[in-house]
């Protein structure tokens, strides 16, 4: 059974940093890209970034250079590591698992699965 479980979310000022964890069992990382999504309210869900089963990143144009994606695979664990953040980032943050086998793209929503629950990132002065 895969599952996925995001944590990390919390309240920060506009400029600060904070570092989400997707915590992934039943599935290897060397196996299945992850993906970021998020959702403020009253809009869709949309992408963040990604990371394919290679190690190889991807990120929509709205976070590139304040975002970063790694992982851990001892602990299967992907990482969402945002700086400089803006009060536009504020949503729910998801992971997904990317349902292919090829490189994961950063916006086709359609195509992860074993969403897990989501963390809140609250930013505001």
């Known amino acids: 059974q895969v599952q996925l479980v995001e944590s990390g979310g919390g309240l920060v000022q506009p400029g600060e940093s904070l570092r989400l964890s997707c915590a992934v069992s039943?599935?290897?990382?060397?196996?299945?890209?992850i993906g970021w999504f998020r959702q403020a309210p009253g809009k869709e869900r949309e992408g963040v970034g990604c990371?394919?089963?290679?190690?190889?990143?991807s990120f929509v144009d709205s976070v590139k250079g304040r975002f970063t994606i790694s992982r851990d695979n001892a602990k299967n664990t992907v990482f969402l590591q945002m700086s400089s953040l803006k009060t536009e980032d504020t949503a729910v943050y998801y992971c997904?698992?990317?349902?292919?086998?090829?490189?994961?793209?950063?916006?086709?929503?359609?195509?992860?699965?074993?969403w897990g629950q989501g963390t809140q990132v609250t930013v505001s002065s």
């Open positions: 990371i394919d089963n290679s190690g190889s990143v």
């Open positions: 997904g698992r990317w349902r292919w086998s090829n490189r994961c793209s950063a916006t086709s929503k359609v195509d992860y699965t074993n």
């Open positions: 039943g599935v290897t990382l060397d196996q299945h890209g």
